[in-house]
C-alpha cells in the first residue's frame, strides 16, 4: 500500500515537501509518481522515479521546481516542491507501476496541496 503525507497551505513561493511511504512491494521493480488533481480538472501526471533512481520525469509544469527522490532505507518517495504557485494547488497522490508497465495499479490517498496568499 501507499500512504502520502506532507501536504498543507503555503504562500506562493513557499516550498513543501510530500512523502509517500510504501510497503508491500519488491520496489527493485518498480516507477513511483505523483499526479495532481484540482478542482473541475482531470488527474494530472507531476513526476516519477524508477525505483534505481534513474529516469526520473517531470511535467513541463513543474520542472526546475519539482524534485522527485526515493530513499531505499525508508521505503519512501519524496516530492520537494518550490517556488509554488497557485496553480500548483491540488490534490496530490502518489501511485506506483511495475517499471516494464505504463499503467499505475496502486494508488495512496491524496493529500491536499494549497497554494494561496
Known amino acids: 500500500q501507499l500512504q502520502a503525507s506532507g501536504g498543507g497551505l503555503v504562500q506562493p513561493g513557499g516550498s513543501l515537501r510530500l512523502s509517500c511511504a510504501v510497503s508491500?512491494?519488491?520496489?527493485?521493480?518498480?516507477?513511483i509518481g505523483w499526479f495532481r488533481q484540482a478542482p473541475g480538472k482531470e488527474r494530472e501526471f507531476v513526476a516519477s522515479?524508477?525505483?534505481?533512481?534513474?529516469?526520473?520525469n517531470y511535467a513541463d509544469s513543474v520542472k526546475g521546481r519539482f524534485t522527485i527522490s526515493r530513499d531505499k532505507a525508508k521505503d519512501t518517495c519524496d516530492l520537494q516542491m518550490n517556488t509554488l504557485k497557485p496553480e500548483d494547488t491540488a490534490v496530490y497522490y502518489c501511485?506506483?507501476?511495475?517499471?516494464?508497465?505504463?499503467?499505475?495499479?496502486?494508488w495512496g490517498q491524496g493529500t491536499q496541496v494549497t497554494v494561496s496568499s
Open positions: 508491500g512491494f519488491t520496489l527493485d521493480y518498480y516507477t
Open positions: 501511485g506506483i507501476r511495475p517499471s516494464s508497465r505504463n499503467q499505475y495499479t496502486t
Open positions: 522515479i524508477s525505483w534505481s533512481g534513474i529516469n526520473p
